[in-house]
């Protein structure tokens, strides 16, 4: 029993890293969106759509998932 409470404990952690890595990455890949929210860090900067930032976004995404 108290194992299953560990390794739920575990895993409740890893799922909250990701998540808070996620919400990091996405506030500082989607400016506009973040300065809507009342995040200003970025505020100075456009989203950009180019094929070069996709694929960086992908890999990035894929890093974060692996």
């Known amino acids: 029993m108290f194992e299953k409470q560990v ?10 890293k990701v ?10 890949n989607s400016r506009e969106f973040s300065t809507s929210l009342g995040q200003y860090k970025y505020n100075d900067l456009l989203d950009s759509y180019s094929y070069q930032k996709l694929e960086e976004n992908k890999v990035a995404l894929f890093s974060l998932i692996k």
């Open 19 to 28: 998540g808070t890595e996620f919400w990091a990455w996405r506030m500082s």
């Open 7 to 16: 390794l739920s404990r575990q895993f409740a952690d890893s799922l909250e």
